[in-house]
Structures are given as structure tokens and as C-alpha cells.
């Protein structure tokens, strides 16, 4: 399916409401679960979500949602969760991935990394408001969430994690050349904060940066 045909679903509000909801998760979500959420019968709910999974929005699969195993667990549920994939829309149609690879491909054969590095650390910095560095974990989740990294707390609300990264197609094929990017710019919106520290951390199906309380700010 087209990407914009794709994200016109999400024109239904009862879809986009079920969309959003899965998405935010960060897991699999069951029917019932989303069907509660959303306010919206079982049934209707199972059609809409099966629709997102065939526009590539969704992924789905099945699991046993008791947490147990073996006679009487009962029959696997199907869940859904946000697909991996990436959809995005520009009319007329522009090629901005070719570009960023064919741009990465001549930095990284050129040797550029610490240039690319110190262009992202001063990206970083231009992106923070009027009051200077990103002073907390909170003030940071909201300068990423403007430029879709999707984070969300963990580990008691001390390390903030990643669902998305803006990079994911050119970190694939260029991956220590983009990951570092990634880091320095995270680097340049917190530099000068003795609350809030960034590094790598990566982990399967989540951005390469994690940011964190400061080990020094720790009592």
C-alpha cells in the first residue's frame, strides 16, 4: 500500500484512536485492551486494527495474555503493537533518503565522523530553548518528542529510552557513522546540564541513545 493511503486511515477516528493508543504502548496490546481504550466494541475494534496491520501500521502476532503455560492457559490471543516500518508523505514526492545515504556514504569514505559529530553537537545546542541545556529528564523528553524520537521513562523514571529513531533508514546501512550523530546531538542539548547525562545503550527495535540521571547528581 502507498503511504499516503496508508496514513489516510487514520483519517477514521476510531482508528487513529486505536493507532495512537498501540503505538504509545510500547508493546503488544491485546483487543479487549485496545477496544477498552478507544471506547469502541471488540468486534469493531478487531476490524480496524486488522486494517492498520494490512496498511503496515500495525504488526500483529499471538500470545497466551494469562502469563501462563501448558493445560488450561487457555487459546494465544492475537495482539498488535507499532509496525517497524517507516511511512512518510511529501507531495510532489521527494527522495530525502537517497540523499541522506548518498551524503553519509561520502562522509563516512571521506573519513568525516568527527566533522559530522561536532555539526550534530552544535545541532544540539541550537535546538534547546531560550534557558540553555535541557536541565531534566522531562525538559529533554520534550525537545525529543518534537523531533520524533517517541521517549518514554524507564528504570524508575531515572533513564529515558527511545521508541524511534529519526535516522533508523541511513543508521542501518551506515550505522557507527549515524549512531554517532545521534549521540552528539543529544550531547549538544544537554552539554553544560549537571542533571542530565546522554550514551549509547543500543537495543534491538529502540534508538542507539538512552539520556539518564547523572551519576554525579545522584545522592
Request: charged share 30%; with cysteine.
Amino acid at each position: 500500500m502507498e503511504d499516503i493511503d496508508a496514513i489516510a486511515l487514520l483519517q477514521d477516528p476510531v482508528r487513529r484512536r486505536l493507532y495512537e493508543f498501540v503505538a504509545g504502548r510500547g508493546r503488544e496490546v491485546g483487543r479487549n485492551e485496545a477496544a477498552e481504550a478507544a471506547g469502541v466494541a471488540r468486534t469493531l475494534a478487531a476490524f480496524h486494527l486488522d486494517k492498520l496491520v494490512d496498511a503496515g501500521l500495525l504488526e500483529a502476532g499471538s500470545r497466551r495474555l494469562t502469563g501462563r503455560s501448558g493445560p488450561g492457559a487457555g487459546r494465544p490471543a492475537k495482539v498488535y503493537r507499532r509496525s517497524a516500518g517507516e511511512r512518510a508523505v511529501s507531495v510532489p514526492a521527494r527522495d530525502y533518503r537517497t540523499a541522506a545515504g548518498l551524503l553519509a556514504e561520502a562522509a563516512e569514505a571521506a573519513g568525516l565522523d568527527a566533522e559530522v559529530r561536532d555539526a550534530a553537537r552544535r545541532r544540539g545546542r541550537a535546538l534547546r530553548g531560550p534557558g540553555g541545556p535541557c536541565g531534566d529528564l522531562g525538559e529533554l523528553a520534550e525537545v525529543l518528542s518534537a523531533r520524533g524520537y517517541d521517549p518514554v521513562p524507564d528504570e524508575g523514571g531515572e533513564v529515558l529510552r527511545m521508541r524511534n529513531c529519526p535516522f533508523d533508514v541511513v543508521a542501518e546501512a551506515f550505522p557507527p557513522l549515524v549512531c554517532g550523530m545521534n549521540l552528539a546531538l543529544l550531547e549538544g542539548l544537554v552539554e553544560g546540564s549537571s542533571q542530565v547525562s546522554v550514551r549509547m545503550d543500543p537495543r534491538p527495535g529502540w534508538c542507539c541513545t538512552v539520556a539518564e540521571i547523572s551519576k554525579n547528581n545522584e545522592r
